[in-house]
Structures are given as C-alpha cells and as structure tokens.
C-alpha cells in the first residue's frame, strides 16, 4: 500500500502516536497535521467533516474542562461548532486520519483499516 494519508493530531495523544505507528508497520506514506500549531481553517475544518460524514458536534471532545464550562448543554449551528472548534482546537477528536474522499476518527484504532479495505478512495 502507498497512497499517501493525512492525520491531524495533537503531538501529546498517545491515540496519535497509536496511528502513526499502525501506518508505519503497514509502510502507508503519511503526513501529519498538528492542528495544535497549524491551525485549521474553517474551509478545511467543514471540508474534514464532510469526509467523515458527521456534524460537528461530533467532532468535539466533550470531556474536555473547556467544553464542560463553556458549552455543555448548549445548543448550536453548525457554524457555531466549527467556529468554536477553529477557535479551541484541543476540543477536535484526534486523531483523524484522511485518505482520498474518506476520512475516520481512529478511535479505537482499527477504524484505519476501513480506509484500506472498503472501496478504492
């Protein structure tokens, strides 16, 4: 296997470093978004959810302190979640990982391999 992929993540979860290894041992040539120092646009953000065929309130780490103080409970647009998001990147699930047209949250970690083995990308 050789099609490049991508992955956002946060350089400090260890469900990253799972990823990039599981890539690794299957020789997948990969690049890494550490959307905690490369912020992410709005574009790019909207683009990512609708390769993973979720709303944003998906996308968001609901055990994190910020979102319990700020938003549990509350309801949003879309637009609010994604600005949320753009503005508070910690709250992004990570990691994701992107390939071709489809994407997956790599939570639990075997999510990957359905990149690879449903339809061509």
């Not at 290894?21 to 120092?37: G, P, R, S, T």
């Not at 609010?80 to 699930?93: F, V």
Request: hydrophobic share 40%.
């Amino acid at each position: 296997m050789s099609d490049k992929v991508e992955i956002w993540h946060n350089s400090r979860c260890s469900k990253s470093r799972d990823a990039f290894q599981w890539l690794a041992e299957k020789k997948i040539e990969n690049e890494w978004v550490d959307y905690m120092k490369t912020p992410i646009t709005q574009e790019r953000l909207k683009g990512v959810l609708n390769k993973l065929a979720i709303p944003a309130i998906d996308l968001i780490r609901k055990k994190e302190k910020i979102f319990i103080e700020n938003w549990k409970g509350q309801e949003k647009t879309e637009e609010d979640w994604i600005k949320i998001m753009i503005a508070n990147p910690q709250l992004i699930e990570r990691p994701i990982v992107i390939k071709g047209k489809n994407a997956v949250i790599a939570r639990p970690l075997n999510l990957i391999e359905q990149l690879f083995t449903e339809n061509e990308n």
